[in-house]
């Protein structure tokens, strides 16, 4: 069992950035695919970003050259670097982590986009 704590939410304004954490329970994190998600009001989960086990990212057509995910290994702990927010980036965010067949997802961080 992986247990995920995301922090780092909040309010910004339009322009503004935020950087959100995760943390993993378990010491072999460094070989799950960590990703981020989001989920607007009225609106399904959709993909933000991922990061493999290596290091490869990819991400979301709607967030690529502002978001940026990382990982650091040692500390069993996943981020997520947003720059330039907008008001459409507004959603609870959530930290998963995936191994084969097994998903597991953090309790979500909420994220407001506002002036």
């Known amino acids: 069992q992986v247990q995920l704590v995301e922090s780092g939410g909040g309010l910004v304004q339009p322009g503004g950035s935020l950087t959100l954490s995760c943390a993993a329970s378990r010491s072999i994190f460094r070989k799950y695919v960590m990703g981020w998600y989001r989920q607007a009001p009225g609106k399904q989960r959709e993909l933000v970003a991922t990061i493999s086990s290596g290091g490869i990212t990819n991400y979301a057509a709607s967030v690529k050259g502002r978001f940026t995910i990382s990982r650091d290994n040692a500390k069993n702990a996943v981020y997520l670097q947003m720059n330039n927010l907008k008001p459409e980036d507004t959603a609870v965010y959530y930290c998963?982590?995936?191994?084969?067949?097994?998903?597991?997802w953090g309790q979500g961080t909420q994220v407001t986009v506002s002036s």
């Open positions: 998963n982590a995936k191994l084969g067949s097994a998903f597991y």
